[in-house]
């Protein structure tokens, strides 16, 4: 190899993202079953980058990889394609089959709904507009799976993003409305009987929240280190 080889400067990286920041030390997966697993459980289009991190490869590979599963799929005639549209990659229902899925959600909206849904809808009704990692929270359960089923079946819809985390916010829809009999949100019964936990579930969870981020904010060698007269709890000693 000569002087000049040596001094060849390395590809710069898409935007601060390298081979090691995505691989972050895990075991190598196969690139394109990763991608379908990932992309399977998405509920918004995701940007290359963001799924190079997911799946531990680097994003030219992975925007590679993309368009290949792509075309394949294309190609092969599935009932699903896979679509970049708003700055990311998403699975959707291919257009010549828009008739059975809707016949398909139609017919679901009349099925009743599980008790986790149900728990679920209850906690968007009081709480909208709200994240589905607040909805989490509250619930003490992942509900990825119950908050698509209740977009599907109308009852729900997304109102925005939040200005500082930008995660999806839901809330109730007319439907909602016209299937609980109601004119409006007002109509709504007492929260305490249906969910007489939830104010000091949503009251601990703002503390929590807040005590977090005071913690971010100032640095450990930074934090005063004298005693102060009250325990964490605001008792004194």
């Given at each position: 190899?000569?002087?000049?080889?040596?001094?060849?400067?390395?590809?710069?990286?898409?935007?601060?993202?390298?081979?090691?920041?995505?691989?972050?030390?895990?075991?190598?997966?196969?690139?394109?079953?990763?991608?379908?697993?990932?992309?399977?459980?998405?509920?918004?289009?995701?940007?290359?980058?963001?799924?190079?991190?997911?799946?531990?490869?680097?994003?030219?590979?992975?925007?590679?990889?993309?368009?290949?599963?792509?075309?394949?799929?294309?190609?092969?005639?599935?009932?699903?394609?896979?679509?970049?549209?708003?700055?990311?990659?998403?699975?959707?229902?291919?257009?010549?089959?828009?008739?059975?899925?809707?016949?398909?959600?139609?017919?679901?909206?009349?099925?009743?709904?599980?008790?986790?849904?149900?728990?679920?809808?209850?906690?968007?009704?009081?709480?909208?507009?709200?994240?589905?990692?607040?909805?989490?929270?509250?619930?003490?359960?992942?509900?990825?799976?119950?908050?698509?089923?209740l977009v599907t079946r109308g009852l729900i819809v997304e109102l925005g993003n939040d200005a500082e985390s930008g995660a999806i916010l839901y809330g109730t829809t007319s439907y909602f409305l016209e299937r609980m009999g109601l004119s409006g949100l007002d109509e709504l019964p007492e929260l305490a009987p249906m969910l007489p936990d939830l104010e000091d579930l949503d009251g601990e969870?703002?503390?929590?929240?807040?005590?977090?981020?005071?913690?971010?904010?100032?640095?450990?060698?930074?934090?005063?280190?004298?005693?102060?007269?009250?325990?964490?709890?605001?008792?004194?000693?």
């Amino acid at each position: 190899m000569t002087e000049t080889d040596d001094h060849v400067p390395a590809e710069v990286p898409e935007q601060g993202v390298t081979e090691e920041s995505v691989t972050d030390g895990r075991p190598p997966v196969e690139l394109r079953p990763a991608l379908e697993a990932v992309l399977m459980i998405a509920d918004e289009p995701l940007d290359h980058l963001v799924l190079a991190q997911a799946v531990g490869h680097p994003p030219a590979d992975v925007e590679q990889a993309l368009r290949g599963l792509a075309a394949e799929y294309a190609e092969q005639g599935r009932g699903f394609e896979l679509r970049e549209l708003a700055g990311g990659w998403r699975f959707y229902s291919r257009e010549e089959f828009a008739d059975v899925v809707s016949a398909f959600v139609l017919e679901g909206q009349q099925a009743k709904l599980s008790q986790a849904a149900l728990e679920t809808l209850a906690v968007v009704a009081y709480r909208q507009p709200i994240s589905r990692s607040r909805i989490s929270a509250i619930r003490g359960v992942n509900v990825d799976g119950v908050v698509r089923t209740l977009v599907t079946r109308g009852l729900i819809v997304e109102l925005g993003n939040d200005a500082e985390s930008g995660a999806i916010l839901y809330g109730t829809t007319s439907y909602f409305l016209e299937r609980m009999g109601l004119s409006g949100l007002d109509e709504l019964p007492e929260l305490a009987p249906m969910l007489p936990d939830l104010e000091d579930l949503d009251g601990e969870l703002e503390r929590v929240a807040q005590q977090t981020a005071e913690r971010e904010a100032v640095p450990a060698e930074d934090a005063p280190s004298v005693e102060t007269s009250e325990t964490p709890g605001g008792v004194g000693g």
